[in-house]
């Protein structure tokens, strides 16, 4: 009976320790998984950080501060704008944004409108 008792605990330990092994495994691949599917959002988003858009939903000014994954979306990628103030400086106030609330922004669109 006792033999028993100790395989018992040697099974227990040895389950953890392969438990451990796989989750550690598990968090090296959801951590590759996740660079991948960044990776591929920044390749297929046609704007860089930096860049500036325009909200469609609000006509507002934004300056893209990252560019987010979004594996669910048909695009696959969201931006997180910077809504710029009146004065033209940056505002605090951040906005995600996704493909069909962006229209692009360019200076001569803008000055033809003055």
């Given at each position: ?13 040895y ?22 599917e ?77």
């Amino acid at each position: 009976m006792e033999n028993l008792g100790s395989d018992r605990e040697y099974n227990i330990e040895y389950l953890k320790g392969e438990l451990g092994r796989v989750n550690q495994e598990l968090h090296i691949l959801t951590e590759r998984r996740r660079n991948l599917e960044q990776n591929l959002a920044e390749w297929l988003c046609p704007y860089n950080v930096g860049d500036q858009v325009i909200n469609k939903r609000n006509g507002k000014l934004l300056q893209v501060s990252r560019i987010n994954s979004q594996t669910w979306s048909r695009e696959g990628y969201t931006l997180l704008g910077i809504e710029f103030k009146k004065d033209g400086t940056l505002s605090k106030n951040t906005r995600e944004l996704y493909p069909s609330d962006i229209q692009p922004y360019t200076a001569e669109k803008q000055e033809g409108k003055k």
